[in-house]
């Protein structure tokens, strides 16, 4: 089973406008993260937000927010106030347990901004 | 500028060849990771280092390999080249002396690898 579901190839927003980019995760585990990364045209992959398991607040950075529910396993982020630079794949990935640091990525969503 | 550098940038061989990439982790991370990044497969976790010592494997290969040097640059060795080998390489690092369970990894620009 995929342990990150990204149901979105592709989404469209109109700049200015807010956008949800959808993430559900799998795990048996009580401990575990949730990470975004962005990844523009140009191939780097630049991080974005954090959620830990046991944070009670959903995680805020900007314009990004980061949308927790645990009971349902999903960790949607938020872009407020979308700008053109905006405009990138974005991928939801976990970090799962205490004993692994590795990220397990979803297979992205290409968020196009228009003006 | 992520502080996490990769080099080289692009690589272009042949089939059956073997090539090494290479990855200096920012000032303090002690661990490397090395990630795949391909059309079929999506992001795919191949090997971490910590302080020299491998601590996770992923889906790595056995054609491929990895090692972390004293200086805690890091090299991934890709050999027998496949044309399926092709891919965007990440190199990513965390791990600072105040390293927490949500320290994100910070990723290199990446080795973009074609196999002919």
């Known amino acids: 089973a995929q342990k990150i579901t990204q149901t979105q190839p592709g989404m469209f927003v109109q700049e200015k406008e807010a956008v949800t980019l959808d993430c559900t995760y799998d795990?048996?585990?009580?401990?575990?993260?949730l990470f975004w990364y962005k990844q523009p045209s140009s191939g780097e992959m630049i991080f974005l937000i954090y959620q830990g398991s046991y944070d009670e607040q959903n995680a805020t950075e900007g314009r990004y927010s980061l949308n927790f529910q645990k009971a349902r396993k999903s960790a949607n982020l938020v872009i407020s106030a979308s700008q053109l630079g905006d405009s990138a794949m974005y991928f939801c990935a976990m970090r799962e347990g205490l004993n692994t640091d590795k990220l397990i990525f979803g297979t992205g969503t290409r968020l196009q901004v228009f003006p | 500028d992520s502080g996490v550098t990769q080099t080289p940038k692009h690589l272009i061989t042949a089939t059956g060849q073997r090539v090494t990439l290479r990855c200096s982790p920012r000032?303090?991370?002690?661990?490397v990771y090395w990630y795949q990044q391909s059309l079929d497969q999506g992001l795919q976790f191949l090997i971490q280092?910590?302080?020299?010592?491998?601590?996770a494997k992923g889906n790595i290969l056995e054609r491929f390999s990895a090692q972390q040097f004293p200086d805690l640059h890091s090299e991934l060795n890709l050999s027998s080249l496949e044309l399926g080998d092709s891919a965007l390489y990440f190199c990513?690092?965390?791990?600072?002396?105040?390293?927490?369970?949500?320290?994100?990894?910070?990723f290199g620009p990446g080795t973009r690898l074609t196999v002919l």
């Open positions: 280092y910590y302080n020299g010592e491998e601590r």
């Open positions: 795990t048996s585990d009580q401990s575990y993260g």
């Open positions: 000032s303090g991370d002690l661990s």
């Open positions: 990513a690092s965390s791990g600072g002396i105040s390293f927490t369970w949500g320290d994100e990894q910070f």
